[in-house]
């Protein structure tokens, strides 16, 4: 008997070590995840309502890019860009699409252009970019978030 409550004892004090154990704390476990966070991918690109019936993230992504592309395309042509700026075939414009779905557009200019109206081709661009089919914002981690891009937009089609 005297063994068995002296094995108890024993027992008993090795066995406080397990309650003595530091756990991390939420802050810790916080950035712990944040850290194994790729910030720069998303899990779902934005996408419009025709590109969700895709299949695979490419594939959606891909569709996105190029019904965007096409739209701006669209709504550019018919404007005095081309008359305005023959020798400018291509203007890259910088797209953002907001979590709540909101899209704005903003023209690029090479930092030694000084060819270009950069207020009137950017007048020109806010009057002919909207009216857009929704826009699904993109989504990290089931939230929606917002993203940003640039799109190289051809003005002339030979």
């Known amino acids: 008997m005297k063994y068995y409550i002296f094995f108890i004892i024993i027992f008993f004090f090795n ?7 530091q756990f991390p704390s939420e802050k810790e476990l916080l950035q712990k995840e944040l850290n194994t966070i790729n910030w720069k991918e998303v899990d779902e690109y934005p996408s ?5 019936q895709m299949e695979g993230k490419e594939e959606r992504q891909k569709c996105f890019f190029q019904f ?4 701006i395309q669209e709504k550019i042509r018919i404007d005095t860009l081309a008359t305005l700026y023959p020798e400018l075939d291509t ?13 704005q557009f903003e023209p690029l200019f090479p ?13 020109i661009l806010k009057r ?5 089919p929704k826009v699904n914002p993109a989504i ?19």
């Open 140 to 158: 990290k981690r089931g939230i929606p978030v917002k993203t940003q891009f640039i799109l190289p937009v051809i003005l002339k089609v030979e």
């Open 111 to 123: 930092k030694d252009s000084v060819a270009y109206d950069k207020v009137k081709i950017d007048s």
């Open 128 to 132: 002919r970019l909207v009216g857009f």
């Open 68 to 71: 965007l592309t096409e739209l």
């Open 48 to 52: 419009f309502v025709d590109c969700n």
């Open 15 to 21: 066995s406080c070590q397990y309650f003595d154990k």
């Open 91 to 103: 203007i890259e414009v910088k797209v953002t699409v907001y979590p709540n779905s909101r899209i």
